[in-house]
């Protein structure tokens, strides 16, 4: 019996592909300075399952998943969501960090800093 397959399954690889399609306005602000190793020269995927969650964004390199969120995050039902999700990658050694999409779309400089602080952290 074959076991599922941890990243990037093929299963969601639809939603993931709709996902990329219909990025929010903070993911394509925060996408244009990371893709294509803009950052640090550290490879980050959009879009990128792992087990049964997609996550925003991932740098393998240092396991490191970006997400972020609307106003919708701030409801009790999606908090809960988010605190399940964020278990169930720590278990898998990723670390998740989490931003507001105003804070990408007001403040991208700092939001940007506290990414390679994080980085460095986990160096």
Not at 29 to 50: A, E, G, P
Request: positive net charge; proline residues 2%; aromatic residues 8%.
């Amino acid at each position: 019996m074959n076991t599922p397959r941890l990243c990037n399954n093929v299963a969601i690889k639809i939603k993931r592909r709709s996902l990329r399609k219909n990025q929010t306005d903070a993911e394509r602000k925060l996408w244009s300075v990371m893709r294509n190793k803009q950052m640090d020269n550290l490879k980050f995927f959009r879009q990128y399952s792992v087990g049964p969650y997609i996550l925003d964004f991932y740098c393998p390199k240092h396991k490191l998943a970006i997400e972020l969120d609307g106003g919708q995050h701030g409801e009790e039902k999606q908090r809960a969501h988010d605190e399940e999700r964020a278990n169930y990658l720590r278990q898998q050694n990723i670390y998740t960090i989490r931003f507001w999409d105003n804070e990408v779309l007001t403040n991208l400089e700092g939001v940007i800093e506290k990414i390679k602080e994080e980085i460095s952290n986990r160096s």
